[in-house]
């Protein structure tokens, strides 16, 4: 059997389904250059990168992103924004959920890192421990560079062979199997097998 001791989870994609589309029909909503908004490809096409990784705060990030969708910022907004943000967050995906109670079954502790935004922090937080939760707001820094998965290997005290990450972006799993993490990419379909196969080996 294999000696691994946690399972780190990506959040948006894997623990549940995230869509940007209600903040970008909020966006295009207030819009004051539809055509350019369009033409930009929406809030897609937003740079989230300084907010995921704690360069600015909310507010800030509100500002930023009315300017780029040509609408004015004023305070009233933040909420909306906040609002329209929370709107894409789907439901727990139940094969996930699935594999986390049976690795906790088998003595593995779940793991979350997440490129995260800030002000979603609290949608995933009862699926770990609040010490097994990894952002990178709080970590300065983003997959796949591999030094964020250092930093958690790192945090937790473990070997890289001691853990596996399950995340939806190749490049995010190519990274962390570059220091030595097993990677699997998430697909609903069979990613429970490929884990299931890490624990066999």
Excluded: W
């Amino acid at each position: 059997m294999s000696k691994i001791r946690y399972g780190i989870f990506d959040v948006g994609q894997v623990c549940y389904p995230y869509s940007l589309e209600p903040l970008n029909d909020y966006c295009y909503e207030k819009s004051q250059n539809k055509d350019e908004f369009e033409k930009k490809g929406g809030v897609k096409c937003f740079d989230y990168k300084p907010f995921m990784k704690g360069e600015i705060n909310f507010s800030e990030f509100c500002r930023q992103l009315c300017q780029f969708c040509d609408f004015a910022y004023a305070p009233e907004v933040e909420p909306e924004i906040d609002k329209a943000m929370h709107d894409g967050v789907g439901d727990f995906f139940p094969e996930t959920l699935k594999v986390m109670n049976f690795l906790k079954h088998n003595n593995v502790e779940i793991c979350l890192l997440s490129n995260a935004l800030p002000n979603l922090h609290h949608t995933a937080k009862r699926l770990a421990r609040k010490e097994n939760i990894f952002v990178s707001y709080e970590l300065g820094l983003l997959k796949p560079d591999v030094k964020i998965f250092q930093a958690v290997l790192q945090k937790l005290g473990v070997k890289p062979e001691e853990v596996f990450l399950v995340d939806d972006k190749p490049q995010n799993v190519a990274a962390a199997e570059s220091i030595g993490i097993q990677g699997v990419l998430f697909q609903k379909e069979n990613f429970a097998e490929k884990i299931y196969q890490i624990l066999c080996r």
